[in-house]
């Protein structure tokens, strides 16, 4: 079983939709939980840290569920620019020792 | 100014040849790292360098040799090269090395497509 798992999509969507990704880790331990974007033949780059309590940034929802290992994303009002792949990231332990699961893929078309 | 810059962004070689991709961050970060992102798109962590010494090294080839001559530098060396190797890299550095803050965040660089013939 992977430590980090996704839905792989791709997840194809009208702009204005609202589109959920969700994501479970296997480790109990892990402490810190993140949401990142990777457009195709880019770089990774952070969206957003998920709280326990849930957190927003825009059109941007995060949700944790620590009891069943689960982590949310919620993207309202899409637009053709939130077209990329995001990556569900846990941290295992100390020293930064990111896991990153293989990503959800999201088409937005006119 | 690029803030995690890697060179060369694309490098195609021959199975069994010696390579070397190079790494430099400018954001004054304690801690980089080498991660690997295969042709299934899982990015996994390779090895980590916290001020020049190895905190992380993940179940990799004894072929692949990190360097870290500096906190601002971190050098991948790979040896006798082999198919399986072909993949994109990125260098990544990050402020804090001990317990990830869930403010801290990994600053990638733009990835080296290597290629394997």
């Known amino acids: 079983r992977k430590e980090v798992e996704q839905d792989p999509g791709p997840f194809n969507v009208p702009e204005g939709a609202t589109v959920a990704f969700n994501c479970t880790y296997s480790?109990?331990?892990?402490?810190?939980f993140f949401w990142y974007r990777q457009d195709c033949r880019k770089e990774p780059k952070l969206l957003m840290s998920?709280?326990?309590s849930g957190n927003e940034d825009g059109r941007f929802t995060a949700q944790l569920n620590r009891a069943s290992q689960y982590i949310s994303l919620l993207i309202r009002d899409s637009k053709l620019s939130d077209s990329a792949t995001y990556l569900c990231?846990?941290?295992?332990?100390?020293?930064?020792?990111?896991?990153f699961g293989a990503g959800t893929r999201l088409a937005v078309h006119p | 100014d690029t803030a995690v810059s890697q060179t060369p962004k694309y490098l195609v070689t021959q199975m069994g040849n010696d390579k070397s991709i190079k790494c430099e961050q400018n954001?004054?970060?304690?801690?980089m790292y080498w991660y690997k992102q295969d042709s299934k798109k899982f990015l996994k962590i390779m090895f980590s360098?916290?001020?020049?010494?190895?905190?992380i090294n993940e179940t990799v080839p004894n072929r692949f040799s990190p360097k870290s001559p500096d906190k601002a530098h971190l050098n991948l060396h790979i040896n006798s090269l082999e198919l399986g190797d072909s993949a994109v890299y990125f260098c990544?550095?990050?402020?804090?090395?001990?317990?990830?803050?869930?403010?801290?965040?990994?600053?990638f660089g733009s990835g080296t497509q290597l290629s394997v013939l």
């Open positions: 990544a550095s990050s402020q804090v090395a001990g317990r990830l803050e869930t403010n801290e965040k990994l600053f």
């Open positions: 480790n109990s331990a892990s402490q810190s």
């Open positions: 360098y916290n001020n020049k010494e190895l905190i």
């Open positions: 990231v846990v941290s295992r332990g100390g020293y930064n020792k990111l896991i």
């Open positions: 998920v709280y326990s």
């Open positions: 954001l004054g970060h304690d801690t």
